[in-house]
């Protein structure tokens, strides 16, 4: 992705076609040992597709696409929601977007509060999330997790990895589906990198459970024709038998935000909403 510093104003999402030809992934810089399996099969699993941005005034976004452009949004009754009109917030006068080169920290400058990808057309707030000011306690981040020894075990991982501050949206759509989304944001890229490389991703399966998910996998059905530049995903499914609901998760790393995106539905959360929302909060923070 092309490095530049983006404009104080508003920027609108509009994405291009996805290319028919693909480039090779580019090979990964050098991980800790117990992380190189990982990275292998990234590289054969995983295809990377650069957006050119053209310009200040220029951004990318998925609504305005093509469903047939999209892996998995091919038809009208594919599921896929309509979300409002998204934009970026504006960034301070004089902060360069967090992939600038002048950026050495990739800090998001812009109110993470504002990175939140909002809800669909039609569902309903989860208020709980909505936090104090719009900034979420950890202690209600850490709730989604299943083990209370887990819980004080990441409690302890995010104050020791000067967690800055926790933002979240949540809601309900018509059908039953929740979706939650938190957005976490340290002192450095290095930091948020770190802490999601050894802690929260795994080849196989989250090494953390969600509550109601205690055995999940990588989802190996996400397309990965779609990638965001400059943000890493981990989707994971949970596997049969679902409990109460089937759970979708996502982690996402983007400068210095680690990010987590959750489907629940009973019975069985689509896969086309949670590849959307997943995608759609990609590009917010990339």
Known sequence: MTEQTETTEQQH????PVPEALPEAVAPVQAPKDRRVLRAVLRWT????VFAVAGAGTAYGITRMERTDV?????ESDGRWEYPEIVRPPLPSG???PFAEANTAGSHYADLRGLL?????????DKALDGKAGWLATKDFLAAYESKGERETLGTLLTDHGLRHI???GWTTTDGTRTRIYLLQFETAAVAESLEQNYFSSVMAPPYALKGATQSLMDEEFPTKVVVEDVRRYPYTETKPYGA???RQAYLVSGDVLALVVQSKKGGAGSVPFQQTVVLQSQLLG
């Not at 892996?71 to 038809?75: C, E, H, I, V």
């Not at 990808?117 to 707030?125: H, I, N, S, V």
């Open 245 to 247: 609901e089937h759970v």
């Open 117 to 125: 990808l909002p809800a669909p057309e039609g569902a309903t707030a």
């Open 13 to 16: 999402l509009v994405v291009p």
């Open 95 to 97: 902060s360069p977007g």
């Open 167 to 169: 933002a979240a949206r």
């Open 46 to 49: 995983a295809a990377v597709v």
């Open 71 to 75: 892996p998995g949004l091919a038809t």
